[in-house]
């Protein structure tokens, strides 16, 4: 049978979209999942998305990692699927959807998403590094020549050599002389190096604000796939109104049969 797809990217973070309003696509199935994600042999993507119904919101956002299995949350991910739940007429330029680490506020301004974040009430310092969850675990370090950083290499020793099986994601950073920072990420679900992760990119801006690396409640960060701005309220170290801000884009539309 015949199943429509889309496939979108925020900041080259891509992913495979599939409309689950009708409840018919098999959830418990981590290896086709995989499959439709895999570069060779299926469609290729860092994630899969379903949009279903949700009685209490506009939509339900359900997130599944490159390696097949239900992940935490994903901001570029939750961008695109509010591009996605516009181009389905489901909602206009606000929305509110339910994800796996709660409620979310989002707009959409053409091809601009703004989605808001969960509130973080805890940094962890670690030697030479931050440790803290902005819906998705994230170790943030600060680095040198970060465009010749070995960031598979590391990523992965990090996130299991520190993290254990459970893991994290690990982000290297380095302040640019545009007064932003640039950032590279190792996933872990992927298992390698992204273009662009949104929960890091959150991460590494408040996690700079933390240490005194900018001043600014506004923060441009540069990632691989392009440059996206979170802004934020801090009070006692506790960070709320934390939004993520940048494009989100359909790439394509298919059929795959599964």
Known sequence: MKNTFYKYQGTGNDFVMIDNRNGLFPKQNTELVAHLCHRRFGIGADGLILLENDGDSD???????????????CGNGGRCIVAFAHFLGLIKNQTTFVAVDGLHEATIDGDLVSLKMLDVHEINEKPNALFLNTGSPHHVQLVENL?????????????????GEKGSNINFVEENTSGGFDIRTYER????????????VTA???GMYHLGKTKQSKVAINALGGSLEVSFVEKNGMYSDIYLKG????????????
């Open 204 to 206: 590494v801006a408040l």
């Open 247 to 258: 494009e989100a884009r359909q790439v394509f539309k298919g059929e795959v049969s599964w």
């Open 147 to 163: 465009k010749n950083f070995q960031v598979p290499k590391e990523g992965a020793r990090l996130r299991y050599g520190v993290y």
């Open 59 to 73: 939509f339900k956002m359900v997130y599944y990692n490159a390696d097949g299995n239900e992940g935490s949350m």
């Open 189 to 200: 679900g992927v298992e390698d190096e992204t273009l662009s992760c949104g929960t890091g």
